[in-house]
């Protein structure tokens, strides 16, 4: 029976390495331990830098049945089996100034030996490896290096005798949750139109985290801390603590009282009680034709000289509260009762909405009746004015 004693120690170091865009490795390789991969899986995480301060990029993948998030994380889009035990694929970023690099991945599953059980009569085995699968916390304070062990590995017979050989001690560094989860960017811009009802979507909110994402360290949850104005509800829209899409919660958007209201939203990690961050979502109210146009004052008398044409005989004064220069307040107006001579045309001064009716043609009946160059003359019309649709 042999026996071996070893001592595995494990240094840290820092040494400045300038900085090289692009990924990590050339080629990542992450194990399954089954040969059918379900939807949503996650393989794992390539690390990727084109040596900003940014930390999020856009992948694309040339097998579509895996994606590629922003940070790198690595999903199943469908339900596969990965034939003769792996699948290659590869996935492309890009570096600031828009050159493309590319990485291959490597996914392939771990085949487990199984031994029959004894039967009568002798029979011949192979030696098995006995060993240790040991943890150790990452970012562990001085001094360095650190010591495990002593770790006695080797290798035995089945019935539990050494043999000659030590196996390899994997030694895995265990996530901790050091990094708090970070939006995608400070200000989320969106908009919904006024009187929308509860349920409407505004728009989705994006956020990532560097942790272990199979872990409580990278799942995180959204949260709404304030809203300005808060009126007419100081909750007008809420926030899916999953997906990170804002609705509208509360009737009574009305752009004529706001038209913009600001969110203060959260990301916190450990499911929402741990690490967090806080980003604006700016939401703009859109106008709806919900305010008629309206005549003010709504009774007009004039003096019209006579044989004049294009002569401006009065100014239509109308008022609408929808947004000004818009397809919901622009006005176009007609005459509906009164003109049957077609003296008069009305048209739409664009800069102020108001109504310029003007003489069009000299009328043989006024001109009749004239008893000098300014005559008083009373027309009565009705004008009717609606949006331009």
Same mark, same amino acid.
């Given at each position: 029976m ?32 089954r040969e ?28 579509n ?44 599953s ?51 005798t ?6 390899? #001690?994997?030694?895995?560094? @265990?996530?901790? $949750? !050091? ?6 960017? /400070?200000?989320?811009?969106?908009? =919904? ?33 304030s ?56 939401i ?18 004039q ?9 401006? #005989?009065?100014?239509?004064? @109308?008022?609408? $509260? !929808?947004?000004?220069?818009?397809p919901?307040? /622009?006005?176009?107006?007609?005459? =509906? ?33 004239c ?19």
């Amino acid at each position: 029976m042999y026996w071996w004693s070893i001592f595995v120690v494990v240094r840290f170091c820092q040494e400045t390495i300038p900085c090289q865009p692009g990924f990590s490795s050339d080629n990542f390789v992450f194990t399954v331990h089954r040969e059918r991969l379900q939807r949503g899986k996650i393989l794992g995480r390539v690390d990727f830098d084109i040596c900003t301060d940014q930390n999020r990029f856009l992948f694309i993948c040339d097998d579509n049945r895996f994606k590629v998030e922003i940070d790198g994380t690595i999903k199943v889009k469908h339900d596969i089996k990965l034939h003769h035990g792996r699948i290659n694929f590869s996935i492309h970023g890009w570096h600031s100034v828009g050159k493309k690099i590319t990485s291959r991945v490597t996914t392939e599953s771990q085949n487990i030996q199984m031994f029959p059980h004894p039967s009568s009569g002798l029979k011949r085995y192979n030696r098995q490896w006995v060993g240790h699968v040991f943890d150790i916390p990452e970012n562990q304070r001085a001094p360095f290096p650190k010591e495990l062990g002593p770790l006695t590995v080797h290798a035995a017979f089945i019935n539990g005798t050494s043999a000659e050989d030590p196996m390899i #001690v994997i030694v895995f560094v @265990v996530d901790e $949750n !050091d990094n708090n989860p970070e939006f995608i960017s /400070n200000t989320f811009i969106g908009n =919904v139109n006024e009187g929308s009802q509860p349920g409407t979507s505004v728009m989705t909110v994006t956020a990532t985290d560097k942790d272990d994402p199979t872990t409580d360290n990278g799942m995180f949850k959204f949260s709404v801390l304030s809203q300005t104005p808060p009126v007419p509800h100081p909750q007008m829209f809420t926030i899916d603590q999953d997906t990170g899409t804002i609705r509208v919660i509360s009737a009574g958007l009305d752009r004529e009282n706001v038209s913009e209201y600001t969110l203060i939203i959260k990301v916190a990690d450990m499911k929402g009680t741990g690490l967090s961050n806080t980003a604006t979502a700016s939401i703009t109210v859109l106008d709806q034709n919900d305010n008629a146009p309206q005549f003010n004052p709504t009774n007009y008398i004039q003096n019209v000289p006579e044989n004049a044409v294009d002569f401006e #005989v009065v100014r239509l004064i @109308v008022t609408d $509260n !929808d947004e000004r220069h818009t397809p919901t307040w /622009n006005a176009k107006y007609r005459i =509906v009762k009164g003109n049957d001579g077609g003296n008069f045309g009305i048209t739409a001064e664009p800069d102020s909405n108001d109504g310029i009716v003007k003489t069009i043609k000299v009328s043989a009946v006024i001109n009749s009746y004239c008893l000098d160059n300014y005559t008083r003359f009373c027309y009565l019309w009705h004008s009717s004015v609606k949006q331009v649709p």
